[in-house]
């Protein structure tokens, strides 16, 4: 006897999108989607050349915190979405050769909740919002780049005006 066929990744992850897409949409508490975007954030799915959305694959946009080395900057940001979702954390990823100590080489976000301390009930806008702040207030002790490290530590005027460079690069 034949062994069933798996069933496509697509059917085991929509259930959990469509969970994910009620609660972005259908919040309660006046804090809606709308009103936080207006806040310069961008988050949506990919949009493929024949014109469907790829929703695993969210194209997003962090504005630098008012006020900060950041602000001026709109740091692009994509995020991944696996079949596991929202059991596992998606994987978020700056441009590779972002400028930020907890930003590895290749882009990927070095932030606790993206990791052990993820839980299903975290929100694509916690997690935008939790990079939005580590940006500014960055865990030395958890350092992804060397040389960010060594500036940070070792000559913060430095450090800031590479990061007030980078804000340049990102206009809006």
Known sequence: MCA???????????PNFLCFF???????????????????????????PDGSVNLMLWRCVIPG???TDWEGGYYPLT?????NYPT??????????????????SGAVCLSILGGAWKPSITVKQ????????????NPDSSAQHRCYELYKKNMPEYKNKV???????PS
């Open 164 to 170: 007030r460079e980078q804000a340049k690069r990102y």
């Open 22 to 48: 009620l609660r972005i949409y259908a919040s309660g508490n006046g804090d809606t989607w709308a009103s936080w975007l207006f806040q310069g954030f961008v988050a949506k799915p990919e949009t493929l």
């Open 127 to 138: 997690v935008l919002v939790g990079i939005q702040e580590l940006l500014d207030d960055p």
């Open 4 to 14: 069933p066929a798996p069933r496509p990744s697509y059917l085991l992850s929509l």
């Open 65 to 67: 915190k008012p006020g």
């Open 88 to 105: 596992t954390a998606p994987s978020c990823r700056f441009p590779a050769g972002f400028f930020h100590i907890n930003v590895y080489d």
């Open 79 to 83: 995020m991944q979405f696996d079949d």
